[in-house]
Each structure stands twice: as structure tokens, then as C-alpha cells.
């Protein structure tokens, strides 16, 4: 088939790669600048609201999908209309909001925290009034790795939270003291012999530390999350994903902590596609999160979500560290050829790759280094991963 892809970042890449390998071809669209899809199909650059770029990159697409969710709602419409989109515009544009985002959780029978839209600045008296403080000001889109929000701990500072974030419409969240954060990861697909009937599938509970709002490390299975807890959300998200016709990868993300009332998960935000606390599936499961999506938007049968045990995924942020590069190149078996320092003086147009040492996975997206921005990361999977990740990471 010919996969329209909707972006060209790391994840664009590392679903291309699980999609070739399973023999279909890929088109992307991409804003202008930099991407790293070059080398992986026809990259079709330039403003995602031009009507004739859209029409040059849809033709002879089979099945349209996206790596992102903050392109225009309309672009994602458009295309829709020259091809099947899956998961659907709609399920973009739930997570686009994240007042609609909260609401679809509660419908689905999740807890989230207490909550207020902010569209303008005379809605933060009442906000704070509801909500109380500390808080977060969250932008409603647009908001990732911890971009687009403020911590509030004093109510006589939050208009100057609204003007730092642009005097755009916002809501306001609670501040949840959670014990740890867990995202879980599904794929809901249609088989091809039983064409009505939706399968899905859960990946173990990702347990996830973020470090100034980036995701640093994902460690699998999560522990102490109770599995009648799990059940319960488990079976919302299946909800989820069934109101929405839901076709490919879906991760919701969660805080968990302990409340009088017991354990409890928190929905935080939901992401339409495959996602960063996922990679470890590469190594790490039987079917990656990256091949199932593929399988699942093709309507192909889905693959096994189960488990080779462990695994730990760090993520290499703003630079690749100086002893992952020596060593690496040391004894690089590099899938594409290609050394680890070369990756920031080749940019754009490189692939990424991925070398195996000391039981550890490298994976370097081939992107320019900028500060927090993600490069690349790495997977131990098995015995001692937690170990085998952080030493190899430390150095
Ligand atoms: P988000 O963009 O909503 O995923 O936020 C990025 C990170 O900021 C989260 O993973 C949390 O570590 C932190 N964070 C976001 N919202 C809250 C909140 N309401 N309470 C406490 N921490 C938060």
C-alpha cells in the first residue's frame, strides 16, 4: 500500500521503518524545515493549508495516518475526504482541546483533576476560585514536552501566566502531587476476515519520569499500579476507542497516586498515535507499537503486544552524550551505516539508526542537536535492564 504520513519526525521515521519492512511505501507531508523522513519516501514540504500540496500529496495514497495531531484540523479533514485518514480527524481533534480531551475521559469513566477553561483573562477568578492553587495553566493546543504551560502557586501571578502564554485560550488544571506517572499504550485494529469486528490490544503499563516536562525514562512494566485499577482503565480507554471507531495506536497518560479514597489514575492527556513512552517496544515486545500501528491502519491482523521480558528506554535530549558517540562508533553495527557523530553534522537529510552495544539499542533520529530537543534514545530490554540502561547512559 502507499501510506500518506502526516509529519516527518522521529516518529514518522520509526513508523516509516516498521512500514517498509512490511512492504508499502510511504508519501509524507511536512512543514518546512527540517525533517527526518528524507530518505524514506517523497517528502512533500510547505504550508499544510496549500489545497494543491494537499492534492499532490494525496495522490495515488491508499490510507492516510499521522504522526502528529497539531496540523490544522481542516488539512486532516481535506485529506480525509481523497482517502481513508486512520485514526480519523476526530480522533485529532479530541486531543487537540484539552478541555474536550478531559470531558471524553469522564464520558469514558476515567478520574481526571478538577479543571477549568480560561479563555480569556476575566475567566481566571472564577478558575482559581475552583480549582484553587498551586495549578496549571495549560494552553488548550498546541502543547508538548511541556511547552505552552505554567505552574501557578501564587493567584496574584496567574495573569501574568496568561500573558506569558500568549493570551490564548487555556484551562486550568489542578496541581496533582502524583506518586509516579504510567502511560498506557493500545491498538485497536479490524480484522481482515472478520471485517466488522474490532480487535484490541494493550501494551504492559509504561511507568514514565519526565524531567522539566520531557519525558526522560520509561521503565516496563510499571510497578505498583493495582490490576483492578488497571482493569477498570483499561476497559474506559477500550471505551474510548470504540466512540471514536478507533483504528491504530492510542496512549493515554496518567499520574497515579494515593488518595484517601485508595489508589487512583488521573487521566492526563491523550495521544492519536504511537508515542515516545512506547519505543522500548522496538526491543522490547514481540510486535512494536510502530509495526502494530502500521498493521492496524492497513487492516492488517495485529501482532502479539506481549513482552521479551523488561525494558528501559531513556531518551537523548538536546545533545548526544560524548561517551554514547565514541562508543558507539567504536562498535557501531549501525543498521543504515551510519556513525553516531556524524548525525549532527549531516542532519536532515539522514535516516536513523540504530547499533546494538553492550545489550543496549542506540537509536539516533539523525536530527540537528538543539536544547530539549529529542535525538534519540536508548532500550535495554530483559535482566538488569534498568541497570544495563542507566550505567550505559551515565557513562
Ligand atoms: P503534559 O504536557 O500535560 O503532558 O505535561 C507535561 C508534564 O508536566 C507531565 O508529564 C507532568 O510531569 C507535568 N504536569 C502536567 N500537568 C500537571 C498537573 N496538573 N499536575 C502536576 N504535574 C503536571
Known amino acids: 500500500m502507499i501510506i500518506g504520513m502526516v509529519g516527518g519526525g522521529q516518529l514518522g521515521q520509526m513508523l516509516a521503518h516498521a512500514g517498509v519492512a512490511l512492504g508499502h511505501s510511504f508519501r509524507f507531508l511536512v512543514p518546512e524545515g527540517e525533517c527526518c523522513v528524507e530518505s524514506l519516501g517523497q517528502v512533500f514540504r510547505g504550508d499544510l493549508s496549500d489545497t494543491k500540496l494537499l492534492h499532490e500529496f494525496a495522490h495515488g495514497v491508499d490510507v492516510f495516518t499521522f ?31 484539552r478541555i474536550q480531551e478531559k470531558k471524553f475521559f469522564q464520558s469514558a469513566g476515567l478520574n481526571v483533576q478538577k479543571f477549568a477553561p480560561v479563555l480569556c483573562e476575566a475567566d481566571l477568578a472564577s478558575a482559581l476560585e475552583h480549582v484553587g492553587v498551586p495549578a496549571m495553566l495549560k494552553t488548550l493546543g498546541q502543547g508538548y514536552d511541556g511547552k505552552g504551560q505554567r505552574c501557578i502557586n501564587d493567584a496574584a501571578r496567574a495573569a501574568d501566566a496568561f500573558n506569558q502564554l500568549g493570551k490564548v485560550p487555556c484551562i486550568l488544571e489542578a496541581f496533582v502531587e502524583f506518586d509516579f506517572e504510567i ?90 498515535r504511537v508515542h515516545n513512552s512506547g519505543h522500548w517496544s522496538i526491543e522490547g515486545a514481540v510486535t512494536s507499537q510502530f509495526t502494530n500501528h502500521v498493521l492496524a491502519i492497513t487492516r492488517q491482523p495485529l501482532g502479539s503486544t506481549a513482552t521479551h521480558g523488561n525494558a528501559v528506554m531513556i531518551n537523548l535530549v538536546g ?77
Not at 210 to 219: C, D, E, P, V, W
Open 67 to 97: 504522526e502528529w495531531e497539531n496540523v490544522p484540523q481542516a488539512t486532516l479533514e481535506s485529506l480525509a475526504n481523497m482517502a481513508p485518514m486512520r485514526p480519523s480527524p476526530q480522533c485529532a481533534r479530541v486531543a487537540k482541546d
Open 183 to 272: 502511560s498506557l499504550i493500545a491498538v485497536r485494529g479490524y480484522q481482515p476476515n472478520a471485517p466488522s469486528q474490532a480487535m484490541t490490544y494493550f501494551y504492559p503499563p509504561c511507568q514514565n519520569q519526565h524531567i522539566n516536562g520531557i519525558l526522560h525514562k520509561t521503565s516496563v512494566p510499571a510497578q505498583g499500579v493495582s490490576s483492578a485499577l488497571l482493569q477498570h482503565t483499561r476497559v474506559a480507554m477500550e471505551k474510548m476507542m470504540e466512540t471514536l471507531d478507533y483504528e491504530g495506536v492510542l496512549c493515554v497518560e496518567f499520574f497515579a497516586l494515593h488518595t484517601p479514597l485508595g489508589p487512583q489514575l488521573i487521566a492526563n492527556e491523550m495521544a492519536p
Open 319 to 395: 545533545t548526544i552524550p560524548a561517551h554514547l558517540q565514541a562508543q558507539h562508533s567504536m562498535h557501531s553495527h549501525a543498521r543504515a551505516g551510519m556513525l553516531v557523530e556524524d548525525a549532527p553534522a549531516a542532519g536532515a537529510a539522514l535516516d536513523q539508526t540504530a547499533g546494538q552495544l553492550d545489550d543496549v539499542t542506540v537509536h539516533i533520529y539523525g536530527k540537528l542537536p538543539r536544547a530539549g530537543r529529542k535525538l534519540g534514545h536508548i532500550t535495554a530490554v530483559g535482566e538488569n535492564a534498568k541497570h544495563r540502561a542507566e550505567r550505559f547512559w551515565n557513562g
